[in-house]
């Protein structure tokens, strides 16, 4: 029996696309050779990358004006990339900080120039998302984190304001319907919710290419990418043929707004275990709890051993918070079923048995 598996990342993939690939991995479309052996120049592959980036487009309802590319480096280097491409010499970054992701785009912005943090939620432990704060005019962007993979804290409102807007959705893409139109750059590690470790998906304005002024090095210049379709090197072509399966997966599915009711589901069922259960406390502000990490501590620690072997006798994995927060977390992306979901609330009322 598979497990129920609620790591955070890499995580869960619909089990349906590891069969696939585990295929490909032996012998892709019929060609008698292995999807990891054959030219990324190949036509079967570019069909492969040209599937990905039309997935992404349609999933994600993006207008007109976009590139999707498809990169290595991890979110982590965008981080980098962002301030690279968007900060002029002299200009102003603006920052959100919600939490240890945030902080460390923050970081990385702070080499290029001035970085401004327009509010934080640093003062409780990143337990909740800021309001209220305003985002300066004169910066050349905001940078904020749509879902705080760490916390289990969600912005349910994008800051607003007239400069550009880079999000990094890297543990949410692809699980709520947004309206994509209002940002600039979108990035993601596919890890989380699209697919393997070893790629990371850019969406970027057209508009905004080359916009810092900067002379960039070409592997760190978004239109290095645009220009050569996510082919200038050789691309992660594992991890590009994963996540599109899993996109293929998510339209035969109904797409993002059916994959969202289903992820509102399990969160609503979940949450209302941890706040029914005398047992356990829900660590995110109630209004800014995440459906895709949901955080939670026990309000007895003596009952962690109990609690632990519950879950191993489940087949319950990776429910550990992070090691910088502790307690619970329960990552429940867009594979996850509900079914898993129920185990896991089951586990918890036995607790109390
Ligand atoms: C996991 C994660 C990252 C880091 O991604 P890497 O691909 O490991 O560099 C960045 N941001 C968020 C929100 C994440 O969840």
């Given at each position: 029996?598979?497990?129920?598996?609620?790591?955070?990342?890499?995580?869960?993939?619909?089990?349906?696309?590891?069969?696939?690939?585990?295929?490909?991995?032996?012998?892709?479309?019929?060609?008698?050779?292995?999807?990891?052996?054959?030219?990324?120049?190949?036509?079967?592959?570019?069909?492969?990358?040209?599937?990905?980036?039309?997935?992404?487009?349609?999933?994600?309802?993006?207008?007109?004006?976009?590139?999707?590319?498809?990169?290595?480096?991890?979110?982590?280097?965008?981080?980098?990339?962002?301030?690279?491409?968007?900060?002029?010499?002299?200009?102003?970054?603006a920052y959100l900080d919600t939490?240890?992701?945030s902080?460390?785009?923050?970081?990385?912005?702070?080499?290029?120039?001035?970085?401004v943090v327009v509010a934080s939620s640093?003062d409780?432990?990143?337990?909740y998302i800021p309001k209220g704060y305003e985002v300066p005019s004169?910066a050349?962007?905001i940078h904020f984190?749509?879902?705080?993979?760490?916390?289990?804290?969600?912005l349910?409102e994008f800051p607003g304001g007239?400069v550009?807007?880079?999000?990094?959705?890297?543990?949410?893409?692809?699980?709520?319907?947004?309206?994509?139109?209002?940002?600039?750059?979108?990035?993601?590690?596919?890890?989380?919710?699209?697919?393997?470790?070893?790629?990371?998906?850019?969406?970027?304005?057209?508009?905004?290419?080359?916009?810092?002024?900067?002379?960039?090095?070409?592997?760190?210049?978004?239109?290095?990418?645009?220009?050569?379709?996510?082919?200038?090197?050789?691309?992660?072509?594992?991890?590009?043929?994963?996540?599109?399966?899993?996109?293929?997966?998510?339209?035969?599915?109904?797409?993002?707004?059916?994959?969202?009711?289903?992820?509102?589901?399990?969160?609503?069922?979940?949450?209302?275990?941890?706040?029914?259960?005398?047992?356990?406390?829900?660590?995110?502000?109630?209004?800014?709890?995440?459906?895709?990490?949901?955080?939670?501590?026990?309000?007895?620690?003596?009952?962690?051993?109990?609690?632990?072997?519950?879950?191993?006798?489940?087949?319950?994995?990776?429910?550990?918070?992070?090691?910088?927060?502790?307690?619970?977390?329960?990552?429940?992306?867009?594979?996850?079923?509900?079914?898993?979901?129920?185990?896991?609330?089951?586990?918890?009322?036995?607790?109390?048995?």
């Amino acid at each position: 029996m598979k497990k129920h598996n609620f790591s955070a990342g890499p995580s869960i993939l619909p089990q349906e696309v590891l069969q696939k690939a585990s295929e490909a991995i032996l012998n892709f479309n019929g060609l008698d050779l292995s999807l990891i052996e054959i030219s990324h120049r190949s036509k079967e592959f570019i069909a492969v990358m040209d599937k990905a980036q039309a997935l992404v487009k349609e999933l994600l309802e993006l207008p007109e004006g976009y590139s999707v590319l498809f990169l290595q480096g991890g979110a982590s280097t965008e981080f980098l990339m962002a301030p690279y491409n968007l900060l002029t010499e002299g200009g102003k970054a603006a920052y959100l900080d919600t939490g240890s992701w945030s902080s460390k785009a923050i970081k990385e912005a702070k080499l290029f120039g001035d970085t401004v943090v327009v509010a934080s939620s640093k003062d409780k432990g990143y337990n909740y998302i800021p309001k209220g704060y305003e985002v300066p005019s004169d910066a050349d962007y905001i940078h904020f984190t749509s879902n705080n993979t760490i916390f289990g804290t969600q912005l349910n409102e994008f800051p607003g304001g007239d400069v550009l807007k880079v999000v990094d959705m890297s543990s949410d893409i692809f699980s709520r319907k947004i309206d994509y139109s209002q940002f600039d750059v979108v990035y993601a590690g596919a890890q989380k919710n699209m697919g393997p470790a070893g790629t990371t998906v850019v969406i970027v304005k057209d508009e905004v290419l080359g916009k810092s002024g900067r002379q960039v090095p070409s592997m760190l210049d978004y239109k290095t990418h645009a220009d050569k379709d996510s082919m200038f090197n050789t691309p992660p072509v594992f991890a590009i043929y994963v996540s599109m399966l899993t996109l293929e997966w998510l339209k035969s599915k109904g797409g993002v707004a059916a994959i969202e009711k289903e992820n509102r589901a399990k969160a609503a069922l979940l949450y209302n275990e941890v706040d029914s259960n005398p047992s356990f406390v829900g660590f995110a502000a109630k209004e800014d709890r995440s459906i895709m990490n949901v955080t939670f501590n026990l309000t007895d620690e003596s009952l962690k051993e109990k609690f632990d072997a519950l879950c191993l006798e489940s087949g319950i994995s990776a429910l550990n918070g992070h090691r910088s927060v502790g307690g619970y977390r329960a990552s429940i992306y867009n594979a996850m079923s509900i079914e898993s979901v129920q185990v896991l609330v089951k586990a918890m009322q036995d607790l109390n048995k």
